[in-house]
């Protein structure tokens, strides 16, 4: 079974960081492109960003400011989310690539 648990999210003042994680289980993670999307108060879900081997890909919005990473020994994915904006606001999960299976979310709030 697929498990996927995110972490890290909290308050933060425009300007600040964050760092998120997603503990992965239930299948050979080292294997399998990873993504992280996000859902603002009231809106769809939004893809963020892509790791597939050692190719990164991000929404424009973002780039430059968040960076996926992962660690395949703790079998785990980050997120490092700086220079932080409003509009940054949301839930944001991370997600097996090819089967959208995600986890329960970590909430980011992005506000002075």
């Known amino acids: 079974e697929v498990k996927l648990v995110e972490s890290g999210g909290g308050l933060v003042q425009p300007g600040g960081s964050l760092r998120l994680s997603c503990a992965a289980s239930?299948?050979?993670?080292?294997?399998?492109?990873m993504t992280w999307v996000r859902q603002a108060p009231g809106k769809g879900l939004e893809w963020v960003s892509t790791?597939?081997?050692?190719?990164?890909s991000y929404t424009p919005s973002v780039e430059g400011r968040f960076t996926i990473s992962r660690d395949n020994a703790k079998n785990t994915l980050y997120l490092q989310l700086n220079s932080l904006k409003t509009e940054d606001t949301g839930m944001y999960y991370c997600?097996?690539?090819?089967?959208?299976?995600r986890g329960q979310g970590t909430q980011v709030t992005v506000s002075s």
């Open positions: 997600q097996k690539t090819e089967t959208l299976e």
């Open positions: 239930g299948f050979y993670f080292s294997s399998y492109p």
């Open positions: 790791i597939d081997g050692s190719h990164t």
